[in-house]
Nanobody, 126 residues
Framework: QVQLVESGGGLVQAGGSLRLSCTVSGRTWTTYTLGWFRRAPAKRREFVSAISGSGRAIYGVEAVKGRFIISRDYANHTAYLQMNSLEPEDTAVYCC???????????????????WGQGTLVTVSS
């Protein structure tokens, strides 16, 4: 059984930084894509970023480009989302997801991901 556990959320002032972690258990190989999505209050879930098994990274939300960085620790089956220069608009529940199909092109639609974590809340105060 594949499980994803996120951590690292919390309350931060605008301009601050947080690093989210997503650790995968139940798989010994690393050829899967890990993605981050977020859902702000009263808004639809949106794709933030993803990284493929080969390390190819993409970013979805235009507003996070240049501020968020995704990375991956293969040995520990963990993906990270470093979030810098946080803005109140970044307030959301952030979820990580795994796509176990082998591809070097990370999907951006949530229907392509088979496993999801519970999410971690990020609150940015102004």
């Amino acid at each position: 059984q594949v499980q994803l556990v996120e951590s690292g959320g919390g309350l931060v002032q605008a301009g601050g930084s947080l690093r989210l972690s997503c650790t995968v258990s139940g798989r010994t190989w690393t050829t899967y894509t890990l993605g981050w999505f977020r859902r702000a209050p009263a808004k639809r879930r949106e794709f933030v970023s993803a990284i493929s098994g080969s390390g190819r990274a993409i970013y979805g939300v235009e507003a996070v480009k240049g501020r968020f960085i995704i990375s991956r620790d293969y040995a520990n089956h963990t993906a990270y989302l470093q979030m810098n220069s946080l803005e109140p608009e970044d307030t959301a529940v952030y979820c990580c997801a795994a796509d176990l199909t082998f591809s070097d092109h990370p999907p951006t639609d949530d229907t392509s991901y088979q496993y999801w974590g519970q999410g971690t809340l990020v609150t940015v105060s102004s």
